[in-house]
């Protein structure tokens, strides 16, 4: 059977993908956030997960405003890097496993979440700058990936509960798939940031790291926290951590940390990693 | 009348009281410096967003350069909303409902990094902006709420 064996949280600021691409993974200014995912590359080399579900926000590159769905799962063989207006990232395509995927979205339908399907889409920066933090420069990458996307940007967002919800959904629908297969989800987006208006530039270190507190153990204080307290708290981009929600929902009710990572700033964004598995 | 209306089946699942969708919405205009990109901006910034949109293709790019005015009368915009776009006054466009991963295409179009495109919204020059970062970003103090703000201004006079 398959079975979800861990969880990674990151954020996904395009400034990395960039970083990546240029070669500065280890210069002054990137060097000490791509210190922080050294542990997460070695460890991923010797997990070697089959499939990763990987939950994102399209930043205005799939979608626009014509369509805007809650919850969208990719069921595709394969999605190709979107051009977000400077060229496609020069990275892998990324492979589907649309027989895992298709299983999941009708496992979650009539688990009562009634989800978007996708067969064709470009993936963007919230999508393959996590794939590089913890893969690297692949020539292809290692494992297949199941793309799930989530409105963060017109409101109201899902609420946390939901999310946190759909994360256990997930996975008594990984659970039931019969074929033996190593899964993982990553739940990406945020740390605090604010990208908008007189407020832009805020930054929340101390909020953050509690959130990430908030990930490890039994504890599922996370999921109640309302939107207004990321929007106060966390600026009006730090809504993207109720993505983080969906992963760690999905690891059960208890989890043990294996790795951290905090770092401030990236461009306008703290960056926040964070690894777990579930625990008994 | 004896028809009370269909039957409604038994609740499944967790439940919890519904929010209340005017006190939900009022918060999100509490916050200083933000305006959060709800329904009611979605709406009224459609076009807006949507010819932002339009730049992810280097031909439209290409024609919007050569006649901004031009390509923005192909749009169903507010003489205002064309007004703030040649502008590139983006506060006013947040105003006119723009949300800023739809304006990033004009921030692209222009050359302009995110960060930079961003510090145009503040009170700060883009090296002060990125020093601000640097140096821890900025505090949510004393930025958390409208009413807070006035409240405490108020108990001060």
């Known amino acids: ?280 | 009348m004896t028809d009370s209306g269909p039957t409604i089946g038994p609740m499944t699942g967790a439940t919890k009281p519904s929010a209340n969708i005017h006190e939900y919405l009022a918060e999100l205009e509490d916050i200083p410096g933000t305006r959060v990109y709800t329904a009611a901006r979605a709406r009224r910034g459609y076009h807006i967003n949507q010819f932002a949109m339009s730049l992810m293709k280097a031909e439209n790019r290409d024609r919007f350069r050569a006649d901004q005015a031009a390509y923005l009368n192909e749009w169903p915009l507010s003489d205002e909303a064309k007004g703030a776009l040649l502008a590139r006054d983006y506060n006013h466009l947040l105003d006119l409902g723009g949300n800023v991963y739809f304006l990033s295409k004009l921030f692209s179009c222009d050359g302009l990094s995110f960060a930079e495109a961003v510090s145009t919204m503040t009170d700060m020059t883009f090296p002060e902006y990125r020093d601000m970062m640097l140096n821890g970003g900025r505090s949510p103090e004393g930025q958390r709420s409208i009413r807070a703000n006035l409240a405490a201004s108020e108990k001060g006079n």
């Open chain 1, 1 to 280: 059977m398959a079975r979800i064996t861990a969880g990674v949280g990151s954020s996904h600021v395009p400034l990395l993908g960039v970083a990546v691409d240029q070669g500065k993974t280890r210069d002054d200014y990137f060097g000490p956030i791509f210190a922080g995912y050294d542990w997460t590359r070695e460890w991923e080399q010797a997990e070697k997960p089959d499939v990763i579900v990987l939950v994102y926000n399209d930043h205005a590159s799939a979608f626009d405003m014509k369509i805007v769905p809650t919850f969208a799962i990719g069921c595709g063989e394969r999605y190709k890097p979107a051009d977000e207006g400077w060229g496609p990232r020069q990275v892998p395509d990324v492979e589907g496993h649309a027989d895992l995927a298709w299983h999941i979205a009708q496992s979650l339908i009539l688990d009562d979440f009634d989800m978007t399907i996708i067969n064709e889409m470009d993936v963007d920066h919230g999508l393959t700058v996590p794939l590089s933090m913890m893969f690297g420069t692949p020539d292809a990458w290692p494992a297949k990936i199941v793309p799930l996307a989530v409105n963060v940007v017109t409101y109201p967002v899902p609420s946390g509960n939901r999310c946190w919800a759909l994360g256990e959904a997930i996975a008594r629908a990984v659970a039931s798939f019969p074929e033996d297969l190593n899964v993982q989800i990553w739940g990406t987006g945020g740390m605090s940031h604010q990208l908008q208006g007189p407020r832009a530039g805020l930054l929340n270190a101390e909020w953050d790291n509690r959130f990430l507190d908030m990930l490890i153990g039994e504890t599922d204080a996370a999921r109640w926290i309302p939107h207004i307290e990321y929007l106060r708290e966390t600026g009006s981009e730090g809504i993207e951590m109720v993505m983080w929600l969906i992963m760690r929902g999905a690891l059960g009710a208890k989890t043990r940390l294996l790795h951290r990572h905090y770092h401030i700033p990236c461009s306008n964004t703290a960056i926040g990693h964070i690894v777990l598995e579930p625990a008994e």
